[in-house]
């Protein structure tokens, strides 16, 4: 939830509660007012009403609007509210009971005050306020709404930079200037925390890129020396299988930092420049390369191209990825030796036969995780794949029954 939405959103929450108590407050005070009024009428009339009296004929003063009984006690001076029924309607009276004596005879005179206007006026008011109040607060609303969301531009034009930043550009990353402190304080924080990891970027980068050149010159040359030991003729059998184990070492560590170096240039946004191409005829070209490897490991392929789909990526990465999730299908099979391939719903499936994970699924995507059972694999393969995934925002997710499924998910 955005912070201007939750703003609002408390706003409202708050309005619409002081409208409710506060319509309630007011039309019990109204009522209250106006209950007062009558009561100070009722007893005008009360006076006017004894003033008038005649002794000899009281009841005489009976009307719609005066009753007047005769009574054996006293009773106490009482205002009250009753209905009366006029026309078939319903209609709400204030009533004054007092006491009156005429020789030696207790009557009781009830006096009504019709409170139809009174009711009507108090409605008038209660809507009046409630609607000024009602129009006051929404523009209070939108003035505030406009007021917090000039506030927060500086803010959501902080977030969009820090989106769209790249690493890889030599540009250093600019914010807009703030008059809020508190935005202003956050600028300079973040401000000053880009500087510091971009200067720790540049520094990873270049001793990663330092350390991967260097290592493959003294490679290089360890692989020449083992080379040219092995034409010696004088070397026993033994010498020999110790030189060709060296050799095989030597070339697997120049492998790994191949592949390092090659993870690293992608972690870095290397590969920047991209193209449309057919992924359909990539992997028939693909498939094409391994089909020696399928044909020597007995492995059947079963491909399922329903949909050509279109890709837009880097086409050296994208020859690189489905390179390794092949050569990882046929280097991790089994006995059953079966791979399957699809392409549909722009979505690239590849399923292998092949035994259970050594270690948790979700480990698969990580370096040098890889089976027990084949020592060819150097465990950065799927590495590989996980990082151009990511760098294109592809979606790739692994399942295992009584397959491996890898499956690519590519933008539309």
């Known amino acids: 939830m ?17 409208f409710l108590v506060g319509s ?6 109204v009522r209250t007012i106006i209950s007062s009024n009558l009561n100070d009428t009722l ?26 009984s005769k009574t054996n006690s006293e009773i106490t001076s009482s205002f009250s509210d009753t209905v009366l029924i006029e026309n078939g309607k319903y209609i709400l009276y204030r009533q004054l009971h007092f006491h009156y004596v005429v020789a030696n005879q207790n009557y009781r005179i009830t006096i009504l005050q019709s409170q139809t206007k009174t009711d009507l006026l108090i409605a008038k008011i209660v809507i009046m306020n409630v609607g000024l109040a009602f129009v006051f607060f929404l523009i209070l609303f939108f003035v505030n709404r406009h007021s917090v969301k000039n506030t927060l531009k500086v803010f959501y034009s902080t977030i969009q930079k820090l989106e769209e930043f790249d690493w890889n550009n030599n540009e250093r990353l600019h914010l807009d200037s703030a008059q809020l402190f ?48 092995m034409q010696s003729d004088n070397l026993t059998k033994h010498q020999m299988e110790q030189l060709a184990l060296l050799m095989e070492t030597t070339n697997r560590l120049s492998k790994i930092n191949q592949a390092l170096i090659f993870l690293t240039k992608i972690d870095n946004r290397f590969y920047r420049n991209g193209s449309t191409f057919s992924l359909n005829q990539l992997l028939k070209d693909k498939l094409e390369l391994f089909s020696d490897s399928v ?18 990526m880097d086409k050296y990465l994208a020859e690189t990825m489905i390179d390794n999730l092949i050569r990882n299908a046929i280097l991790h099979n089994n006995n059953t030796k079966e791979i399957s391939i699809s392409i549909e719903n722009n979505c690239f499936t590849i ?15 990580d370096r040098f995780s890889k089976s027990t059972t084949n020592k060819k694999s150097l465990g950065i393969g799927l590495s590989v794949v996980k990082s151009i995934c990511e760098l294109y925002h ?10 491996h499924t890898f499956i690519i998910k590519f933008k539309s």
């Open 2 to 18: 955005k912070l201007i939405t939750k703003s609002s959103l408390t706003f409202i929450s708050a309005s619409v509660l002081f």
């Open 24 to 29: 309630i407050i007011m039309y019990f005070s």
């Open 43 to 68: 007893l005008e009339k009360k006076i006017n009403l004894e003033k008038q009296i005649e002794p000899d004929n009281v009841e005489r003063f009976y009307s719609n609007d005066v009753f007047v």
């Open 182 to 229: 508190e935005i202003k304080r956050m600028n300079r924080v973040i401000q000053k925390m880009a500087d510091t990891i971009r200067k720790d970027f540049e520094l990873q980068k270049e001793y990663t890129e330092n350390v991967s050149h260097e290592l493959q010159t003294p490679l290089a040359i360890i692989s020449t020396k083992i080379d040219e030991m």
């Open 295 to 312: 044909e020597e490991n007995n492995i059947k392929m079963k491909l399922n191209l329903l949909d050509t789909t279109h890709i837009y």
């Open 351 to 365: 399923s292998n036969s092949g035994e259970e994970l050594p270690f948790p699924p979700e480990k698969i995507f």
């Open 394 to 403: 592809f979606k790739l997710s692994y399942y295992s029954e009584n397959s």
